[in-house]
């Protein structure tokens, strides 16, 4: 293999390693690995284009968030990231040009002074400047109104009044030529066009839905609505975001066509849940469905669910509506699956456990399996192991195992698989019970226990939000068991649990990341090790150092400098290992071939 091939190929390979070792808890090393496979061979002639083009200009709209917006002068936005995924695939640098207006941007590509317009609408005139790609994204255009009015059901509801529409959007052609009846009130843009409508200065604003939504609820706009979709519009497929490309460019146009393939319907729910805080409806996913098990969809549209009430961040009411990771995470399956969920709340644990033995409720979107449970709940596979620690107070006794805090108060929630696990192992500790996990760090913040026994996610959330500083994570506590979480569904719904392991497999990493993220971030009393299980852990433990065995010549990758000391790009990554894993570790300038060392730094497939 060629010296540069080596060297690009040892790159790939190492921006892999240091994505699944740093980031494994999301997921991201499939989609690392995924990142190959998504690879688009070019043609000779495509390879030229790119060597005579290095980079492409693109438009960058200031004030269309959540798609195509700027901060200072930095590109953000659903559209925005999907143009960094074709450039990634293709091998694209591009370029985002920012500052103008919409109408400006048209212009300045009609000029060839941009290659590429994104965030477009297809229309008839615009098909006469550019080249148009497939749609990359797809939604309903609505009608927005002030809450008070009645609103719109129908766009011949307008006849007669006015519509704000941005300049140079393709909805004021397609009033004037349609709808010559309806006046079009030009504003600078979206944001303009909502304000008018609030300042009585128009009746009605057009634009996409997740659009709206977005300004809505970003700018507390209470006094607007959303009513009505604008359905005649969207019927020619103008509803869809495309790219455009320079009309002289068929070369692009076809890569941008090639790479927008291999854009899957969950890169596009990712970032609808990182951009709009949700998932749309209607995506299509490969389930493998059995007859059985669309037959009992069908016959099941509405679940009914089990909503805590005070389990944070993982199940509990926020303002009075269902929140936290496994309520998040039971939506995002429902919505793969096509079930309507029917949350129940407003009882304790033990109800809402009983309302299951009873088959009041379906299911439960987070706990923990155990003999009791398993008598009346049929259980789907875990979808995250949860770390075990001990809280105290900061300026307590430092404590290394549950053992040493034999003749002190153990506050223990009532009715907690966890709870039962701590008593089984540890039978001979004074324990409090309490009601519920917060209730339990605040006897130890006021001097009433000496430490509580919980998740740590749990744990971080309740410390946080009520404020409590004088508490603090003493360290993670082992148990004889793992303690996982799953879904429990009513014992004789076994074909339930069967179509949500089915659904899990479809989460996109990203989503599971950004549901991670959004609650729990890190799941680590140290922040770094929550993907090692409890035998990983141990290993680690009896493990004093680390062995590796390292070339000396290998620069820029790794190399010994003028003093002796092991440098490098992977010498640098292997001081991030040693860090997060607690290990240090000894370098051995033996070389890969001598063996007898725990880890080789680096090694290629073609090394034997």
Not at 95 to 115: P, S, T
Not at 186 to 197: G, R, S
Not at 300 to 325: Q, T, Y
């Amino acid at each position: 293999m060629p010296a540069v091939s080596r060297q690009i190929a040892f790159i790939h390979l190492f921006i892999c390693v240091i994505l699944c070792f740093l980031f494994s808890q999301a997921g991201l090393c499939a989609a690392a690995q995924d990142a190959d496979s998504l690879t688009i061979t070019l043609t000779e002639q495509e390879k030229a284009f790119i060597e005579k083009h290095p980079v492409i200009r693109v438009s960058n709209e200031m004030d269309w968030p959540p798609f195509d917006f700027a901060i200072g002068n930095q590109p953000f936005g659903l559209s925005i990231d999907v143009m960094t995924l074709l450039g990634a695939r293709l091998g694209i640098q591009f370029k985002y040009i920012n500052g103008y207006r919409w109408n400006e941007l048209v212009n300045m590509f009609q000029k060839n002074q941009l290659d590429l317009l994104q965030s477009a609408y297809k229309s008839p005139a615009r098909e006469q400047i550019g080249r148009f790609t497939s749609p990359y994204y797809k939604d309903k255009t609505v009608f927005v109104v002030p809450s008070h009015s009645p609103g719109i059901s129908d766009i011949t509801d307008m006849s007669g009044k006015i519509v704000a529409i941005p300049k140079g959007w393709a909805y004021e052609t397609y009033l004037t030529d349609h709808y010559p009846d309806i006046q079009v009130l030009t504003v600078k843009n979206t944001e303009d066009a909502f304000h008018a409508v609030m300042n009585q200065k128009a009746d009605a604003a057009i634009e996409l839905s997740a659009v709206a939504r977005y300004l809505i609820k970003k700018n507390y706009l209470t006094g607007l609505k959303i009513s009505g979709w604008f359905n005649q519009y969207d019927s020619n497929d103008q509803k869809a975001l495309h790219i455009m490309v320079r009309p002289d460019w068929p070369v692009l146009h076809q890569m941008l066509e090639k790479a927008l393939l291999t854009i899957t319907p969950g890169d596009i729910a990712a970032l609808e849940y990182k951009w709009l805080g949700e998932i749309r409806p209607g995506i299509d996913r490969a389930l493998n469905l059995t007859p059985e098990e669309k037959a009992f969809l069908a016959t099941h549209p509405k679940i009914r669910v089990a909503n805590e009430l005070d389990w944070p961040p993982f199940d509990f009411l926020l303002n009075g509506e269902p929140a936290g990771f496994a309520i998040d995470y039971v939506r995002l399956l429902a919505e793969i699956v096509g079930l309507d969920l029917e949350f129940i709340n407003g009882y304790t644990w033990s109800q809402l456990l009983e309302k299951g033995r009873t088959k009041e409720i379906d299911l439960f979107p987070g706990l923990w399996k155990s003999p009791d449970r398993e008598e009346f709940l049929a259980f789907s596979r875990p979808y995250i192991h949860l770390i075990k620690v001990l809280v105290t107070q900061k300026d307590a006794p430092p404590v290394h195992s549950l053992a040493d805090m034999k003749h002190r108060k153990i506050a223990l929630p009532t009715g907690y698989t966890l709870t039962e696990m701590v008593m089984d192992q540890y039978p001979d500790l004074d324990y409090v019970m309490v009601k519920n996990p917060a209730e339990g760090i605040k006897r130890v913040s006021l001097g009433r226990a000496d430490g509580f026994v919980g998740v740590l996610g749990i744990v971080n959330y309740i410390i946080k939000q009520q404020f409590i500083n004088n508490v603090h994570v003493a360290g993670e506590i082992e148990l004889n068991q793992d303690l996982p979480l799953h879904m429990g569904v009513r014992k004789d719904w076994q074909i339930l649990a069967t179509i949500l392991d089915k659904a899990m497999k479809q989460v996109d990493p990203l989503q599971y990341d950004a549901i991670v993220q959004k609650w729990i971030g890190s799941m680590d009393p140290a922040g770094e090790l929550a993907t090692l299980t409890r035998e990983e852990k141990a290993y680690l433990k009896t493990k004093k150092q680390i062995s590796l065995c390292v070339r000396t010549d290998a620069p820029p990758f790794e190399f010994m400098d003028s003093t002796g000391e092991y440098r490098g790009i992977v010498a640098d990554f292997y001081q991030v290992m040693s860090r997060k894993i607690g290990v240090p570790i000894q370098v051995s300038d033996k070389g890969a071939d001598a063996g007898g060392c725990d880890i080789t730094a680096v090694m290629t497939d073609n090394e034997s």
